[in-house]
């Protein structure tokens, strides 16, 4: 099930396990018992929703949490516990009945006071029959492959993996542990079904559908090795031929076993959204370091070798981490690091790293103007979102400095303070300004629709983990316009971060939505130039295009009809200036850093319920 994000797919399923559980064509139940995975940020949520719909019909058995013995127990053994009695008699005891909530276990209940009597129960596997107790099982990926072994031993009706890409590695633990579970009816939910290459895709249709693809050999070397090459941009015409043919296959088969809707169904039921990619100049200081590190390192000579060591990750990262702000490489500039001996001398005389001073970054500097014209202009709100939690506390200091009321959530909360602090923030009367968010802490699940701009500040590897953080504030329930910031810094390494994002969307784009012409921009060879610094363009990005819209650098021909956010970039709108723009509070911004712009529009108005 790979519809995008906010299209039900968590309903769809608690209705089929219901129908399941309920009927047939016999007019008996067609399973007894359901096994849902999911992360454990998750398996509250998936309680309270089989609560919400099937209201209190059927009482699931939530697990992420508990002792090895316990947990056991509940999936496996018979175990005795209280429940209420219709009479009391000598036998009872005032004890507690199972009821919703979270417990110290690890089990999701509420304990109140009633008259009880003991039972003899069966674990969750040892229930048969048509009245099972707790015929569903809420379980967490982790929890799941630590008790594998007593989940084994027995068989299921159906099993639910919930964020379905976490087994895009046949290999792991987890995928092999699933793959035992005796079950006949397989679901896997993932909005991403393809999040960094097609070997991954194979392992999620294998899953569901063994032997449907082949085995990982074959399927390399039937479709994705001719599919690849027909996707680069130096392909010649017979390599894309065949690559269309594959492809043409590839979907045939697949379609057998997936159902993908996209966002365009809910764009008339919601809001327009305004996405914008913003291109920042680098400062005068950040310009010095990065020129500094690559000549120090030379980690593209490495690259150019086809070696990726360890060396080379780290010094992503640092280069990564600078594109951000120079506070966040300070400390190995104090230590003389590799790529930063003799560093420390570049910074402003009485620098101090403990304040935000975002007029060191270009990114930060825009940030801070976006932050200050949405306060002064309107009663809007604000997400902002960084892969980094170093980056985060940046945030923090700027708010402190502007005095902006804000939260923030990250890896260190506990699932109980994260639905607290979000329903706190999506409250009209709260005064909370900016809600700071790490990119894979609250990446997937969040409701944030009391904001409606959302500024991701730096660019991950995995587009699917940008489209969720993404996909925060643009969902049901938003009344207000949206407008997405994606903040790039000019020429860097993050520029070519995103055109790998843009290299693996146009993948997905052909294999899972199916859509034709999607153009060829980056070649394979161009994305391993990751550790070049191209000082004298706007836009990177916009270069590689080589666009027939634009002339020296400026749109003299509108997008074609039709386009939307789901669109190729180079059918963006693209700004060299900000003449042209949608969003008022960018265009008060341009001139604290921005180079260039491309921005769209989710659809043309917004529109009632049909």
Not at 211 to 223: D, N, S, V, Y
Not at 525 to 545: C, K
Request: charge should be positive; include cysteine.
């Amino acid at each position: 099930m790979a519809d995008e994000m906010g299209l039900g797919k968590t309903l769809q399923c608690i209705a089929l396990m219901w129908t399941l559980l309920k009927q047939s064509p016999d007019c008996t139940p067609e399973i007894d018992k359901v096994v849902v995975v999911c992360p454990s940020s998750l398996v509250k949520n998936w309680y309270s929703e089989v609560g919400k719909w099937l209201q209190g019909r059927i009482e699931p058995l939530a697990i992420d949490g508990g002792s090895k013995k316990e947990i056991d127990q509940k999936l496996g053994e018979e175990v005795t516990y209280n429940r209420q009695c219709a009479s009391a008699d000598s036998s009872a005891v005032r004890s507690y009945d199972w009821g919703r909530g979270s417990g110290a276990d690890g089990a999701l209940y509420t304990l109140t006071p009633v008259t009880m009597c003991s039972h003899l129960s069966a674990g969750f596997m040892q229930q048969k029959g048509l009245r099972v107790p707790s015929p569903i099982l809420i379980i967490s990926y982790e929890t799941f492959r630590l008790h594998a072994d007593v989940l084994h031993q027995g068989s299921v009706g159906l099993v639910i993996c919930d964020e379905g890409h976490r087994l895009k590695n046949s290999e792991n633990q987890t995928y092999q542990a699933l793959s035992r579970l005796r079950t006949l009816r397989r679901v896997l939910i993932s909005g991403t079904p393809i999040q960094n290459d097609l070997l991954e895709y194979f392992s999620l249709v294998h899953f569901v559908s063994a032997g449907i693809l082949g085995t990982a050999k074959e399927f390399k070397k039937r479709f994705e090795i001719p599919i690849l090459k027909g996707r680069d941009a130096d392909a010649s015409p017979a390599d894309r031929e065949r690559g269309e043919e594959k492809l043409k296959e590839l979907i045939s088969l697949v379609n057998r076993c997936l159902i993908r809707r996209t966002s365009d169904i809910l764009s008339k039921y919601l809001p327009v959204k305004i996405e914008q990619v913003i291109c920042c100049r680098l400062t005068p200081l950040q310009l010095e370091l990065y020129r500094g590190f690559l000549k120090q390192v030379k980690p593209a000579e490495e690259l150019a070798s086809g070696r990726m060591s360890v060396s080379s990750l780290s010094s992503i990262t640092a280069l990564k981490k600078l594109c951000n702000h120079p506070a966040l490489i300070y400390d190995k500039c104090v230590e003389g690091a590799d790529g930063f001996q003799g560093a420390l001398g570049l910074f402003p005389p009485g620098y101090n790293s403990k304040s935000a001073e975002p007029q060191l970054s270009g990114k930060m500097l825009v940030l801070d103007y976006i932050l200050a014209v949405t306060r002064t202009t309107s009663s809007d709100k604000v997400v902002l979102v960084s892969n980094y939690t170093q980056t985060l506390d940046l945030f923090e200091k700027l708010c402190r400095a502007r005095r902006y009321l804000f939260v923030r959530l990250d890896g260190t909360m506990s699932i109980k303070k994260r639905a607290n602090i979000v329903e706190r923030f999506n409250s009209p009367t709260s005064p909370d300004f900016v809600f700071m968010l790490s990119s894979k802490a609250g990446g997937c699940g969040l409701n944030l629709i009391g904001a409606n701009r959302l500024v991701m500040f730096d660019p991950d590897w995995n587009p699917a983990n940008d489209e969720q953080a993404m996909a925060r504030v643009w969902r049901d329930g938003q009344k207000r316009m949206c407008f997405i910031y994606r903040l790039l810094s000019t020429g860097t390494i993050e520029e070519k971060i995103f055109q790998r994002q843009t290299h693996k969307k146009a993948l997905s784009s052909c294999v899972v939505d199916e859509e034709q012409d999607v153009e060829r921009h980056f070649s394979a060879g161009e994305l391993r130039a990751l550790f070049t610094l191209t000082e004298d363009t706007t836009s990177d990005t916009h270069d590689r295009f080589r666009c027939r819209r634009c002339v020296n650098g400026r749109q003299v021909r509108l997008p074609p009809d039709g386009t939307d956010c789901t669109s190729d970039l180079s059918q963006w709108y693209h700004c060299s200036d900000k003449r042209g723009l949608l969003d008022p509070v960018l265009a008060a911004a341009w001139d604290a850093a921005v180079t260039f712009t491309f921005h769209q529009r989710s659809h043309e108005e917004q529109r009632g319920l049909l």
